[in-house]
């Protein structure tokens, strides 16, 4: 294994753990621990932020550039998923079962048109 494939997968393992803890101290109200799970999840995000920076270096790319299009792309990804998330939330959360399939659909359909967006059609 290349050296920048294992610092790679420590550096996600333990940004995704970080993060993942992170979420449910924040979210689960039984552990009633909301703002330190805010600052484990932020903490888990820097680290997998950082891990991209350091993917990049060690690849011998340059910084990340920022495009428009690149802009673009994820804000729709963000879009999408946000949607996606509150169509989970009405099926799971809200029990509004048939309007959360619809919106979660809508927001699949927003990832699914990334594709294009990113990649460009052929």
């Known amino acids: 294994m290349k050296k920048k494939n ?3 997968l420590l550096m996600s393992v333990v940004g995704g ?4 803890l992170g979420m449910c101290m ?8 909301m703002i330190p799970g805010i600052v484990l999840g932020a903490a888990g995000v820097l680290v997998l932020l950082a891990m991209l920076l350091i993917r990049r270096k060690m690849d011998g ?4 550039k920022l495009s428009g299009r690149a802009v673009g792309a994820a804000l729709l990804g963000l879009l999408g998923t946000v949607v996606f998330g509150v169509g989970m939330c009405m099926v ?6 048939i309007p959360g ?3 979660g659909i809508v927001g699949i359909v927003l990832l ?9 059609l052929e």
């Open 112 to 120: 699914i048109v990334l594709i294009p967006v990113c990649k460009g």
């Open 26 to 33: 924040a979210l689960l109200p039984e552990w009633d621990a």
């Open 101 to 103: 399939i619809i919106v």
């Open 61 to 64: 790319k340059p910084a990340v």
């Open 17 to 20: 753990l970080l993060f993942a």
């Open 6 to 8: 294992f610092v790679t």
């Open 92 to 97: 799971l959360v809200w029990d509004m079962m």
